[in-house]
């Protein structure tokens, strides 16, 4: 069963938001300060937070970037702070979603199953891709090409996972920008994805002689070559 914790001074909203997370069948560790959570966290192996920025003993915000640095546990901030510089900031502080209060509780719901999937897709026996001489072990989040492991950032492995999912299809800047970042394009720059995607083909060595990621125009983009999973 699939642990969550729910940092959220609301008591009334963290038993509400606990209740429903049971029923659709998560382990649900809840929390009312950053001290109570950092607790949980040290005793419990976190799949996803789901963190509050504004809290009674501190700064959720500043609680998931020391997270972060430290693991790559899945984190939503369910918050008030609805201001462009404060949903960039969450990002940065390298949030998967970022979902502003007053807010659907089927959104919430829908957007945690969607990433649960994705991290049982991780821990399953396929957790091992290789495509030619890359090879992503998904379940480390490390990626190597030619036995040297590549340094990449969380969204560039990410995107790349999205392309061996989806080899020899042509997908989408939309698809995904939906797929990585949780959104449907909104508080993120137009040319994120193409960015992202230029680093992660320098990165992958691309040359003349060997062309993973092809940009098919007006379409969106391919991985060309074909994937075994291990």
Known sequence: MAKILLLED???LNRGISLKLKKEGYEVLSASG???ADEILKENEIDLIISDIMVEDGNGMEFCRRVRGESNVHIIFLTALDQEVDIVNGYDAGADDYITKPFSLLVLISKVNALMKRISASKGEGEVLVSDDIKVFCLEMKVFKGGQELILSKREIQVLLYFLEHPKQIVSREQILEAVWGLDGQF????TVPVTIS???????????R?????????GYLWTIEVLVK
């Open 34 to 36: 950053v001290t109570q």
């Open 211 to 219: 062309e993973y990621i092809k940009n098919i125009r007006g379409l």
């Open 188 to 191: 993120v720059d137009d040319n």
């Open 199 to 209: 680093r992660l083909k320098k990165k992958l060595g691309e040359g003349k002689e």
């Open 10 to 12: 609301d008591e009334s």
